[in-house]
């Protein structure tokens, strides 16, 4: 049984679809912003608002996990807003300890310096922070930030493009080959098919190059003329994500091999003349199939390797867990795209084939489900994370276009089933046609025959007779395929399948980009609650808030006090009280603030323990004035916690 509708072109379909999907990661991009990640600052010598003496020779930073840092990514500056540093970053780490430094010019004066910092963490996404020291004693400082952030700006918007590219060429390449060979194996030989697949691999090899150019201003200075520093590549290949990048290029040669096997040797063996080249066809089909899987394994390896399951928790099973959901993905979405494809441009599409793409979407629901609901665990969390960060919210999102997407697929089984049930018919209409052009039954095919007979010995005149009365056969089988409302149905299902699978295609791209709901929930501390903004004070800051850690003795009342509440050094005492009212003595408190105008934060504050139920820290450092966001963390268990926010104004 076949199937056929001559209304675009595959290349057009092809270009429209990379088109839609450019444009919608593009504005997902936007809409998201620039997103942190796992990394974070666990310490800096001098600490955040210590007062030394004497003006330090370096500033030393520490992370929790590996990051990738330009030639700007550290800047100290003075209460003039000056460089106070030399512009040289050192790379401190040793014995698993990851820490840069920076050296400070000789002779700095006494005042308040701000140590602003900015890199790229292990999985690839940007991070930043700022904290303040003094030096003899605090001072007013007008200290800005600067505005240019890792992987921000221009590199940044094209970075992500090109990342989300890249997984639209992977998807193409993967799905589109999974499809002819599991599927339609005669779709070998069918030249939209063709191009859509070399097009998948021309996607994938152009976005990783340009990610590969992009990686050292994304990670460093954010100028687009670095991209063709070498000084800059050669430092880019040096890390994890370059060799990622390196990597997928080499396993994109043999999956170049792949593709000329498949469309050469594997499409002209089509129709086997005998038992042994029968054989020989079946060993080559097996052969394609394992090494095809392999590359495109490998090749999904490559974003595990450098990307979100590379880091957290669980990341020996998590790396081969995302492996199976890019190639779910791809064998899902790229053979819905080459499905697409076929019913509108390819001669002909047996019903068969389409019966075996149901199974093969089927099978892969099932793996995304099951491996996408491992990776939202490792990812979220927790329900609080789940409603209460940009990943659990986007997430849900995801949730909600796989059910619309699983739905339409549901329609489009109903139309794949009745046209099951017109397969004898199509049959037998193909066999009368057949039997018609044979004899000449279309209309002036006597004369056709008669013409034939007087040129017996023109082979190209017979050649040419012979063409036209198969192409009349050919357009009376299309118009009443075409006219099979089965046949509409599917295309019209299977177009809508394709558009929902753009958007959901952008929303995951976003995902890769921002940072998981549990490391955010960690950091930052968000358990689902709304900050609140408090009024602006002129005397010191008071303020009063429930906290609810979930555990036993976990409720109460947290009071803080700043003290003068303003721009400087502040005394600041926390107070922590039961249900009762009375002192509930907590193993932990924190806070840190943030002031996101400026991307100056989070600035961490350990107090101490001074009573039952009392917290305190003494100059505590405000670089600047502005609306800060507050938030405290109590600890009340080894494993209950919660964080409490609040906007505030100090002056």
Known sequence: ?????????????????????????????????????????????????????????????????????????????????????????????????????????????????????????????????????SIGAPSKTTAAVPSEEAGGGLVGTLYDIARYISYAGFILLVGGAAFILGCWPRGASVRPLQRLVVQGWLTLTAATLVLLLLRSPYTGSGKLGDAFDLGGLQDVLATKTGAALVSRLLLLGAAALFVAVLFGAYAKRETPQDEEENKERKDLTFGLAVGGAVVAAGIAGTWALAEHASTGIQTGLAMPVDVLHLLAVASWLGGLTALLVALYRAPSLENAAVRRFSRVAFVSVVVLAATGLYQSWRQVGSWSALWGTSYGQLLLVKVGLVAVLVGIAWFSRRWTGRLEQRAEADAGVGAEAEAEAATGSETGGGMETAAAATVVGDSERATQLARQKQALATARQKRIRDSDPGRIGLRRSVLAEAGVAVVLLAVTTVLTSTEPGRTAEQEAGATGGTAATAPATEGPLALTLPFDTGGENGKGTVRLTLDPGRSGANAMHIYVDGPDGQPLDVPEVKAAFTLTAQKIGPLPIVPEHFAPGHWSADAVQIPMPGEWQLQLTIRTSDIDQTTVDKNVKIG
């Not at 020779?57 to 590996?66: A, R």
């Not at 292990?122 to 922070?129: N, Q, R, T, Y």
């Open 1 to 133: 049984m076949t199937a056929t509708a001559p209304r675009f072109g595959s290349a057009p379909l092809v270009r429209l679809l990379l088109v839609a999907t450019v444009l919608l990661g593009t504005v997902f991009t936007v809409l998201s912003g620039t997103a942190s990640a796992h990394a974070a600052l666990t310490g800096s010598t001098p600490e955040d608002g210590a007062v030394v003496a004497t003006a330090p020779q370096d500033i030393s930073l520490t992370f929790s996990e590996q990051i990738a840092m330009g030639d700007n990514s550290i800047r100290v500056l003075d209460p003039d807003n000056k460089r106070a540093d030399t512009g040289k970053i050192r790379d401190l780490s040793s014995g698993g300890t990851v820490a840069y430094g920076i050296d400070l010019h000789a002779g700095l004066p006494d005042g308040t310096y701000t140590v602003a910092w900015q890199a790229v963490s292990a999985d690839s996404h940007p991070i930043s922070g700022a904290f303040t020291f």
